[in-house]
Each structure stands twice: as C-alpha cells, then as structure tokens.
C-alpha cells in the first residue's frame, strides 16, 4: 500500500491506496516550503491527517507539491514527511503531478491554473521543457493569484464598476484596510489573492468581470504556451480555477487554434493510475 499526496499551494490531498482502490482520502491545508518550515509542516501534517494514515509503515509516500522543484526546499519537505511516516519518501513538484495525472505516459503539454500557474511540455516521462512560473509577484498568469491582484488592485483604486463594488462589499464585507491587511500581514498573500478571484465567476455577465478572467488566461498563453510547440500536441489543463473558468478556457485556445483535450480539477485520479503502473 501507498500514499500518495498532491498539494497546492491551497489544498493537499491525500490518499492511502492499494494498487487503484483508493482505501482512505483526505483533505488538508497547502504546504508549500517556501512559506512553511520544517516544524510548520510537520505539525500541519499531523494534526490534520487522519490516524489511518500512520497507522503502519507503508510501501512509499509519493508527495507532489508546489516548491518541490528546488533541491534545498525539497529536502526541507522530505525532512518533515519521513519524520511522520518513517516510510521511504519521494517528493516531486505540483507540474510533474498534472503531466503524471492528466498524461500518464502520452507526451504533450500540461498546465496548471489554481492558486499559482505553470505549464511544461512532457515526452511521456519526464519534463523536457517549463517556461518558469516566477511566482505570484512575478509571473502565474492567468492564476487565481493574478485575477484576485488585479481585481483588488482595480477595486482599491475605485477603477472597478460600481454595481461590481457594491456587490463585492456585500459578499465580504471587508474594508480597504482590512484587504491590505489580508495581502501584506498575513501568511500566505497568493491564498487570499486567489480567493478573491472565484468572486468573478458569478458576474461573468458584467463586462468588466468577463473581460478581467479572459484577459488573464490570455495573458497565460501568450507567456508560457506559445513557447512550447502548441500545435503539434494535445494541451491539458487541471486545477480549480481552469476548471471553473472552463468554459473562458476553451474560448481563448480557440484564439489560438487549438482544443483543450481535458479540464480536471485535481490530477489526483491520473497519479493513482500511474503509481499502480510504476510503481
């Protein structure tokens, strides 16, 4: 039996499987070593995964995640989950997950729009091209991050319409202090960016709403897939916000003369298939 987890920076999930029968699943909050250290993850692994999972040492955790590419914040999160599972440990990054989840073993282009963005083309393997990320500041476009930025900067500045701002003032009820409190005092400012951002999708009708989520997924095709050669293979996309803007997805491919093959919300299904393959 195995573990396998897949984390954004969000929301990890967690399942205990043996070959594809998936014997427990669990829900936790992101881990991301850039923002969290040894101890922080530790803790947020015990104290919100179920006693079933450390229960008995099992054949490996495969944990995917958001920082894993970088050697040094690699190790800081092998440290933390071999201290918990005392399991032999294999951590990889949240893009090789969506190649593995949404590919398999088929070669073509894999992207993520979730909290962060990424993209990289695959050869049915590995990872042979990533247009860097460059992270929330400096890049993830298209990325939940990149809409809530762009809408709480607009808002802030009373650039928003006004029927869009009273309606945003009544779903949370925060003040401008409040929301620059929530992007430069507080942990994890992608998290609070991001969550902003599905407010978007129940004004789509607003012109400016609609325009804000289309441009920003342009803004990801323009700056990572149009590096890749798009064209001669299939694009397939995974996480919550590619999957609730779907249907704006698929409208800007078609500006670039492509179809997307699939839309998931989570790689989760296509790892467990993949581990009962290779192991």
């Not at 955790?61 to 440290?79: M, P, S, T």
């Not at 992270?135 to 006004?162: H, Q, V, W």
């Not at 009708?205 to 803004?219: G, H, P, Q, T, W």
């Not at 779907?246 to 409208?251: F, R």
Request: aromatic share 14%; net charge neutral; hydrophobic share 35%.
């Amino acid at each position: 039996m195995k573990v396998i987890a897949e984390s954004g920076s969000t929301t990890t999930e967690w399942v205990l499987v043996d070959g594809k029968n998936v014997l427990e699943r669990s829900f936790t909050e992101g881990i991301n070593p850039f923002f969290q250290t040894r101890r922080e993850i530790s803790h947020s692994i015990r104290l919100n995964l179920p006693e079933t999972f450390f229960k008995k040492r099992w054949e490996r955790v495969y944990f995917y995640g958001a920082g894993c590419a970088n050697l040094d914040k690699k190790n800081i999160l092998e440290a933390s989950l071999v201290a918990q599972f005392k399991t032999p440990i294999s951590a990889e990054s949240d893009l090789l997950a969506a190649a593995r989840g949404l590919l398999i073993d088929k070669p073509g282009i894999a992207c993520i729009l979730g909290t962060g963005s990424n993209s990289c083309l695959y050869d049915g393997e590995r990872i042979i091209k990533n247009v860097r990320s460059a992270g929330y500041i400096l890049g993830d476009e298209g990325s939940g991050a990149a809409m809530g930025r762009r809408f709480l900067s607009d808002y802030l500045k009373n650039l928003t319409p006004k029927d869009l701002c009273d309606a945003f003032h009544e779903k949370f009820k925060v003040t401008p202090d409040e929301i620059m409190d929530s992007i430069y005092n507080h942990p994890f400012p992608n998290r609070s960016l991001s969550t902003f951002s599905y407010f978007l999708k129940d004004h789509l009708d607003n012109k400016y709403a609609f325009n804000l989520v289309y441009e920003e997924l342009m803004r990801f095709f323009q700056r990572n897939i149009i590096q890749y050669d798009y064209k001669s293979y299939p694009v397939y996309f995974m996480g919550n916000l590619a999957y609730t803007y779907a249907d704006i997805l698929d409208l800007v491919a078609k500006d670039f003369g492509l179809n997307i093959e699939k839309t998931e919300k989570s790689p989760m299904q296509g790892l467990i298939e993949y581990h009962s393959i290779y192991g």
